[in-house]
C-alpha cells in the first residue's frame, strides 16, 4: 500500500492491518507509550518477495512513478 504521510502508517499499525519499516524517530511516541512495539530482527539484511501491481490506465503520482522505475532497476 501506498501512503502520503506517517500518520496514515501509523493509524494502519495501530488498527493491527500489517507491519512496517520506518525511521525510529517518527514513532518513537508511540513505542515510548508502548502503543506500538518494534520488533527485534536476527537477521541484518530482509529479503522478501515484491510484487507490483497498477492499473495501466489510472494516473500513478510521480513519487509513486519514480519509486517504481527505481525499484524495477534494482529488481533486474
Given at each position: 500500500m501506498e501512503f502520503s504521510s506517517i500518520n496514515s502508517i501509523r493509524e494502519c499499525l495501530h488498527r493491527g492491518l500489517g507491519i512496517t519499516l520506518c525511521p525510529e524517530v517518527s514513532v518513537a511516541n508511540e513505542l515510548k507509550n508502548k502503543t506500538l512495539v518494534k520488533l527485534n530482527w536476527e537477521k541484518k539484511y530482509i529479503e522478501t518477495?515484491?510484487?507490483?501491481?497498477?492499473?495501466?490506465?489510472?494516473?500513478?503520482?510521480?513519487?509513486?512513478?519514480?519509486?517504481?522505475?527505481?525499484?524495477?532497476?534494482?529488481?533486474?
Open positions: 518477495t515484491v510484487f507490483m501491481i497498477w492499473h495501466a490506465e489510472k494516473w500513478c503520482s510521480p513519487l509513486l512513478s519514480q519509486f517504481m522505475e527505481i525499484s524495477k532497476s534494482y529488481i533486474q
